[in-house]
C-alpha cells in the first residue's frame, strides 16, 4: 500500500467491524454511536466524475442542483457517490485508482472509516468510457432467452466490480403501455412475463457478480399519460397489480434485488416518492424486501418543484422518508440540512431516519464495507504500481474479445425478421444499394444510456473509446465481391428531400436496395428516442416514410432495415418490402448481426418484444388488451398491429403436432399438463420460440383476450423433433378480482401454443373446478417446459 492509497485502521476493533459479531448487531452499534449529522450523512449521494490523472473525484456541477463542498460534508460521512466513471470519459485503470483514492479519503476523514457506496449506470452495458456497448433491453427481450440475458449481466457486473463499482442502476422493468414514451428502448417489452422473466436473468446476473442491482422505475412510469416522460399516471390499481407490479415481484423473489428506484411518476396524484403503501406496505411488509430505496435522481425535490405536494425541502424529505425511500440521489439536497433541522426542530421523528439508515449500514456491511480488512484498490490494480498514474493508463480493457462476443451472441439473437417473401438470405448479390439515414452511421446502434451516447456526446474532442462498425463497412465484408452504393437520401429528422432523386436513381441501377432507418438516440429531445424524446406518433422519424415510399416505386427489391429504439409503422412496406429486418440498437456488434442475418450466416431467431403498429396513430396499444381494446365494429379505429407481439421469422420451417393434454381437468389449485412435438421440416438448423398463451373466456372482471404466461427456444437440426412436456399451475390462471385480492376461478381456459400472439398453432380447452380460491406473493409463477428427442412422424 503507497502514501497516496490508506485503508483507515483503529487501534482495536469496534463492534461494528468485527466480522464475527452479527450483522444486526453491528449496524445497532453504529447506529447507536452516530450523531444526527452522521446519520443524514449516509442516506445521501454526491455526484461526481473521476479524474482521468487517477487524482481524486470532482464534484460534477449538475444545472438542477447547488455546488457540493466535498471538504464540509466528508467528516460526518457519505452515503453515495453518484456515478465516478459515467460523469466524464476517462480511462477505466485512471479512474478505478481516482476511486480508490476518494474512497480512502473519506474513510479517512469520518470518524467510522465509513466508506462510501458507488453506483453507475449500466442499462445496455457499464457505463463507462471503453465498456462494452451492448444491446438496449428491447433488444433482451427480443431474445427470449433469460440465458444469455444472464452472461451478459454477470459479464457487466464482473466489470463494474473490478472496477470499485458496488451497485447498478438496471434493470428498468417498466412495462410498456404506449410505444411514443421515448425511453421505451430501455424497457424489456409490453408483456409482463417477458420483462419479468428477462429481467430477473438480468438481477440474477448482476448479483452474482456482487453488484447491487437496483429495480426501476417502481412503479407506473411507462404508463405515463400520452406517452410524455414523467406525465400522470392514470392505471387504476387491478392494470397497476396485474401488468406493472408482476416483473418487480418476480426479480426480488427470484433474483434476490437488492435495490429498487422509485418512479418519477405520480398515480392517481399520488407521487412513487411519496406512496407509502407502495414503497413500505407492498415492497417491504408483503413482499418481504430488505434492500435499499433510492430516490430517482432529484425526484424527492420534484415533490416540492414538480408535484406540488411539499412546501419546503424538508416538507419533500419528510414524504419521502415517511414512504420509504432511504437514500437520495443523485446530490445531497433534502436529506441533508433540510432533514436535520426537521428532526431537531421536532417536525421530523429521529426514527425515520435511524429506520432507514439501518437499511444502508446493513447493506454496506453485507458488501464488506465495514470490514476491518477492507481495501479501496479494486481487484483490477491489483499489483499496479499507484505511485506512477502514468503507467496504468491502458492496463484495463472493459471491452474484450469475449465481452465483444457475448455481445454479438446477444445481438444476433435479438435481431428480428419481420417479413420475407424469399430474399434473403441475399445468394451472392453483384449491386447492392445500401440506402438511408443509418447506412453508415456508427452510433446507431447505440441507446441513450450507452455511454458514448449519454456522456461522449458532451466530449466530442475524445475518441468514442470502442469499435462501432456501420453496417456499411459489416456488409461490405459479408460481401466482399459486390458493388456496394452508399446514399443517405434523407437525413434521421431533418426532413431533407433533396437526396431522393439520387437514392432513386441508384436503386434503380442494384440488384437490391437496402435501406437503414430508424433513429437517433439522445437526451430531453436531443434524439428520436430516449429520455425525454417522446413522440407524437409512431411514423417514422423525418422524411424516412417518403424515402421509403419512393423505393417501393423505383422497381428493385426493397429491404428496410430498422435501427431504432421503438416499433414504428411502415406504411406500405409491410405489404410491399420484399423483407424487413428489425432490431432494436443492437450495440457494438449489432451491424455484424444484422450483415449475418442478411447475407444467411445468421439464422434469425429473434421474437417480437413489442408490437410493430399497423398505422402511426392507434397509441396507446399493446396485445396485452381486452376485447374492446382490439379492432371491433363500436370504432373505426383498428390498432390490430402490422407484426404481432412475439412475431419472428426464420430460414427453415418448424411443425406443430400431437398435441396430448394428459390432465385436462384439475383443481383451484392443482396442474394441467400436456405434450406436443416441434419439428425442423426445413433445411437448415434454426430456433423455433415456442410460446404459451392463456385466454380466459369468461371471468369475473374484465381480462385480456390473451396474455403470455411462459416461453422457451426450440433448436433443431434439420429433420430434428422435440417433444415438449408442460406443467402448468392453476397459479398461472390468477388475476385481481373484484374485491382487491388475486384469484383464480373455476371455469373453461384456453392454453394457445403459439409462434405469436397472433400465431396459435396448437389449442388445449381445459377446465379448472373446485371452488374460487385467493393467493398471495408466494404463488407460482411459471409453466415447466421440459424438451425431450422425438422422433419425425
Not at 392505471?235 to 407490479?245: H, K, M, N, S, T
Amino acid at each position: 500500500m503507497n502514501s497516496n492509497v490508506a485503508t483507515h485502521s483503529t487501534p482495536e476493533i469496534s463492534p461494528w467491524n468485527d466480522p464475527t459479531v452479527p450483522v444486526t448487531a453491528r449496524v445497532d452499534a453504529l447506529i447507536g454511536a452516530m450523531t444526527l449529522q452522521e446519520k443524514t450523512a449516509q442516506l445521501v449521494g454526491v455526484w461526481v466524475g473521476a479524474s482521468d490523472q487517477g487524482g481524486e473525484v470532482a464534484p460534477h456541477q449538475h444545472d438542477m442542483e447547488e455546488a457540493v463542498d466535498l471538504n464540509a460534508l466528508l467528516p460526518s460521512g457519505l452515503g453515495q457517490l453518484t456515478r465516478p466513471f459515467g460523469t466524464v470519459p476517462v480511462d477505466p485503470a485512471l479512474g478505478a485508482l481516482s476511486l480508490a483514492r476518494t474512497q480512502a479519503r473519506i474513510a479517512a476523514t469520518n470518524r467510522f472509516g465509513i466508506p462510501a457506496l458507488a453506483h453507475d449506470e449500466c442499462l445496455a452495458g457499464f457505463a463507462a468510457w471503453g465498456a462494452t456497448a451492448y444491446p438496449v433491453p428491447l433488444s433482451w427481450g427480443a431474445t427470449f432467452n433469460p440465458d444469455t440475458v444472464r452472461r451478459m449481466a454477470a459479464a457487466i457486473g464482473h466489470d463494474m466490480h473490478a472496477v470499485g463499482v458496488h451497485q447498478g442502476l438496471a434493470p428498468v422493468l417498466d412495462v410498456v403501455r404506449d410505444a411514443r414514451w421515448g425511453r421505451v428502448e430501455e424497457t424489456i417489452g409490453e408483456d409482463p412475463y417477458l420483462v419479468g422473466t428477462i429481467g430477473t436473468a438480468y438481477v440474477q446476473g448482476l448479483e452474482s457478480a456482487g453488484i447491487v442491482a437496483t429495480l426501476k422505475h417502481f412503479a407506473g412510469y411507462s404508463a405515463s399519460r400520452a406517452g410524455r416522460n414523467l406525465a400522470p399516471s392514470s392505471v387504476g390499481p387491478r392494470e397497476r397489480a396485474d401488468v406493472l407490479l408482476p416483473p418487480f415481484e418476480m426479480a426480488i423473489r427470484e433474483g434476490r434485488a437488492r435495490s429498487v428506484m422509485s418512479a418519477y411518476t405520480d398515480t392517481d396524484g399520488l407521487p412513487s416518492a411519496a406512496d407509502d403503501d407502495l414503497l413500505t406496505a407492498l415492497l417491504r411488509d408483503t413482499w418481504g424486501f430488505e434492500g435499499t430505496v433510492v430516490a430517482d435522481y432529484f425526484a424527492i425535490a420534484f415533490l416540492k418543484t414538480l408535484h406540488g405536494i411539499a412546501a419546503d425541502w424538508a416538507g419533500a424529505a419528510e414524504s419521502a422518508l415517511r414512504a420509504g425511500i432511504d437514500v437520495e440521489l443523485p446530490n445531497v439536497k433534502t436529506y441533508g440540512t433540510p432533514l436535520a433541522k426537521a428532526v431537531t426542530d421536532g417536525r421530523i421523528s429521529e426514527a425515520l431516519i435511524d429506520r432507514a439508515l439501518r437499511r444502508v449500514l446493513t447493506q454496506k456491511t453485507v458488501l464488506g464495507l465495514l470490514d476491518p480488512d477492507w481495501n479501496p484498490i479494486p481487484a483490477a490494480l491489483d499489483g499496479a504500481d499507484l505511485d506512477d498514474p502514468a503507467t496504468l493508463r491502458g492496463m484495463i480493457n472493459l471491452d474484450s474479445p469475449q465481452h465483444r462476443a457475448l455481445a454479438r451472441t446477444v445481438a444476433e439473437e435479438a435481431v428480428v425478421l419481420l417479413s420475407n417473401d424469399g430474399i434473403l438470405p441475399l445468394e451472392r448479390p453483384r449491386r447492392i444499394a445500401l440506402l438511408g439515414p443509418n447506412a453508415d452511421e456508427p452510433i446507431a446502434v447505440l441507446g441513450c444510456y450507452s455511454f458514448p451516447q449519454h456522456i461522449g456526446v458532451r466530449h466530442p474532442q475524445i475518441p468514442l473509446g470502442i469499435d462501432l462498425p456501420t453496417l456499411h463497412d459489416t456488409l461490405s465484408a459479408e460481401f466482399p465481391d459486390a458493388d456496394i452504393t452508399l446514399a443517405h437520401g434523407t437525413g434521421i429528422d431533418d426532413g431533407d428531400l433533396s437526396g431522393i432523386p439520387e437514392v432513386t436513381r441508384i436503386a434503380r441501377e442494384a440488384d437490391v436496395a437496402v435501406v437503414v432507418l430508424g433513429d437517433r438516440a439522445g437526451l430531453f429531445g436531443r434524439g428520436t428516442s430516449g429520455e425525454g424524446c417522446d413522440v407524437e406518433s409512431l411514423q417514422l422519424p423525418g422524411a424516412q416514410q417518403q424515402l421509403l415510399d419512393t423505393l417501393l416505386d423505383v422497381g428493385t427489391p426493397v429491404v428496410p432495415v430498422l435501427l431504432a429504439g421503438r416499433p414504428y409503422a411502415l406504411g406500405r412496406a409491410v405489404e410491399e418490402a420484399a423483407a424487413i429486418v428489425q432490431s432494436f440498437f443492437p450495440g457494438e456488434e449489432g451491424t455484424h448481426a444484422i450483415a449475418g442475418v442478411l447475407s444467411g450466416r445468421v439464422n434469425p431467431s429473434g421474437r417480437l418484444p413489442v408490437s410493430v403498429p399497423r398505422g402511426p396513430g392507434t397509441q396507446p396499444a399493446t396485445y396485452l388488451g381486452a376485447r374492446l381494446a382490439h379492432a371491433s365494429e363500436v370504432s373505426n379505429i383498428d390498432p390490430t398491429p402490422a407484426f404481432a407481439f412475439g412475431h419472428g421469422l426464420s430460414y427453415t420451417q418448424f411443425d406443430w403436432t400431437d398435441l396430448m393434454v394428459h390432465i385436462q381437468e384439475t383443481p383451484t389449485d392443482g396442474e394441467f399438463e400436456l405434450t406436443f412435438t416441434v419439428s425442423n421440416t426445413g433445411k437448415r438448423q434454426g430456433t423455433e420460440v415456442v410460446q404459451l398463451y392463456l385466454h380466459d373466456p369468461v371471468a369475473s372482471v374484465v381480462q385480456p383476450v390473451q396474455r403470455l404466461i411462459g416461453y422457451t427456444r426450440v433448436t433443431l437440426r434439420p429433420g430434428e423433433a422435440r417433444r415438449l412436456c408442460v406443467t402448468l399451475p392453476a397459479d398461472l390462471a390468477s388475476f385481481t378480482g373484484r374485491n382487491g385480492r388475486r384469484i383464480v376461478e373455476p371455469g373453461q381456459l384456453e392454453v394457445r401454443l403459439a409462434t405469436s400472439s397472433a400465431d396459435p398453432r396448437l389449442t388445449a380447452r381445459v377446465t379448472l373446478t373446485g371452488a374460487e380460491r385467493h393467493l398471495d406473493h408466494t404463488r407460482r409463477l411459471h409453466a415447466t417446459i421440459r424438451q425431450e428427442p422425438a422422433a419425425l412422424a
